[in-house]
């Protein structure tokens, strides 16, 4: 009989360590797979809702041409490929700080794994996505490359951070620099577990116009209720 619980990789990191475990769902038996940060949940493939739609509702508003996006936080790998299931992507890249949760992809250790292998479009960038945001971008060979759709799924919220060191990310200053990566038209999308906060919605409206925040519902199945993530929605004029 499989264990219940079964830790795949535990990893050291300067944020603390890393691991990715699976379980077994008890009401149904399938595989359930979470990833915590030290004693912290980050995200579990229960919840999933939300990382899609951070992705699609980007999709949805973005201009109808071939589109190269960056995604910010790659995780279980969910809003990468909502991404890559769009046919109009003609490149992904994915940044991400912590290099085992790109190897667990490339080693297929989650349910959904992207890499180069699995799709040519996409790929997987080892780094820090708000340092890269707020210097050199996120193609080495082109810092002043800009993108039709950037989607971030990292922080708990703008206020909740992983590390204080993002803080900058969502102040006028850093909406302007994440403004001047996107081309004319081209869309923001920001997951945060926290309600819609309204002095985050001014802040990216120093930069960007037409700035929403959509509440997604979703069903909480172990607590037996909905429950809700917002998704930050903000565009860069057309020229």
């Known amino acids: 009989m499989a264990a219940r619980f079964e830790v795949l990789d535990l990893v050291p990191t300067p944020m603390g360590d890393i691991s990715l475990w699976r379980r077994i769902n008890p009401s149904g038996g399938d595989d359930i797979y979470e990833v915590k940060l030290g004693d912290e949940y980050l995200m579990s493939s229960v919840f999933t809702v939300a990382e899609v739609e951070v992705a699609r509702l ?22 990468a490929q909502t991404v890559l299931d769009d046919p109009r992507v003609a490149s992904l890249v994915v940044v991400d700080a912590l290099a085992p949760v790109i190897d667990w992809h490339q080693r297929g250790l989650v349910p959904v794994s992207v890499s180069a292998a ?30 039709d759709a950037i989607v971030v799924d990292i922080d708990h919220s703008p206020r909740h951070l992983l590390h204080p060191s993002h803080a900058p990310f969502y102040t006028a200053d850093g909406v302007r620099v994440l403004a001047s990566r996107l081309r004319p038209g081209g869309v923001f999308t920001l997951w945060s577990n926290d309600p819609p906060d309204d002095d985050y919605l001014a802040v990216l409206r120093t930069a960007f116009v037409d700035v929403r925040c959509d509440v997604v519902e979703f069903p909480n199945p172990l607590q037996e209720r909905a429950a809700t993530n917002s998704v930050y929605v903000a565009f860069v004029p057309s020229a």
């Open 58 to 79: 980007a999709l949805a508003a973005a201009p109808d041409r071939p589109l190269d996006v960056v995604v910010g936080g790659l995780g279980l790998g969910y809003t």
């Open 118 to 147: 699995s799709d040519p479009r996409c790929t997987l960038l080892h780094g820090d996505f708000f340092a890269l945001t707020a210097s050199g971008g996120y193609s080495a060979g082109d810092p002043v490359r800009r993108y």
